[in-house]
């Protein structure tokens, strides 16, 4: 079964390995704040909003920046 995770992408519900809430990361957490830039520096890091950041998917190929929230992630994924 097929997500949409944000604008017109889809991934596969098998290939996410992660959804993280951007909402709730402090700047302080390096950790998830140097995951973002080395995903980036390597070419596997995609926006898919120019709007406020709210959730980072992190799939088995790429990673993505979405607007849509977590929560409504999660549902999507609980029910595909």
């Not at 290939?15 to 402090?26: K, R």
């Not at 909003?49 to 993505?64: A, F, G, Q």
């Amino acid at each position: 079964m097929y997500v949409n995770i944000g604008g017109d992408i889809f991934v596969p519900s098998g290939c996410v390995n992660a959804v993280v809430n951007l909402e709730t990361v402090l700047p302080s957490r390096r950790t998830v704040t140097d995951f973002i830039e080395s995903e980036d520096d390597n070419n596997r890091l995609q926006y898919l909003t120019e709007d406020i950041p709210r959730t980072l998917i992190v799939t088995d190929t790429k990673s993505y920046i979405s607007s849509i929230s977590s929560s409504v992630l999660q549902r999507r994924l609980e029910n595909a």
